[in-house]
């Protein structure tokens, strides 16, 4: 079992930064995938970034390649969202989730644990 904490949400303007940040608890952490997901109102949720167990590996949805930035530290048991030039079509609840693999994946479905979720919003 794997339990996930998100926090670092917030309001902020747009083209401003924010980290979000993601402890999770269990040894396992370390040899598993993670993600972060968002889902604004209105809409499915959508994944937007994995990485692979040593953080080696990392993907990210097109939307936000070259503005966000996903890693992990598995001595803190932490993953980390780091989002820059931040849009208001950014806006939304943003999620931790784990996934027994430990290789990265943007399949929603291989992901097995979910934190709370962390709001996000940027105006304009």
């Known amino acids: 079992q794997v339990q996930l904490v998100e926090s670092g949400g917030g309001l902020v303007q747009a083209g401003g930064s924010l980290t979000l940040s993601c402890a999770a608890s269990?040894?396992?952490?370390?040899?598993?995938?993670m993600g972060w997901f968002r889902q604004a109102p209105g809409k499915e949720r959508e994944i937007v970034a994995g990485?692979?167990?040593?953080?080696?590996?990392?993907y990210y949805v097109d939307s936000v390649k070259g503005r966000f930035t996903i890693s992990r530290d598995n001595a803190r048991n932490t993953v980390y969202l780091q989002m820059t030039r931040l849009k208001p079509e950014d806006t939304g609840v943003y999620y931790c989730?784990?996934?027994?693999?430990?290789?990265?994946?943007?399949?929603?479905?291989?992901?097995?644990?979910w934190g709370q979720g962390t709001q996000v919003t940027v105006s304009s």
């Open positions: 269990g040894r396992a952490f370390s040899m598993y995938a």
């Open positions: 990485i692979n167990w040593s953080g080696g590996t990392t």
């Open positions: 989730a784990a996934s027994t693999r430990s290789t990265a994946t943007m399949i929603g479905d291989e992901y097995h644990y």
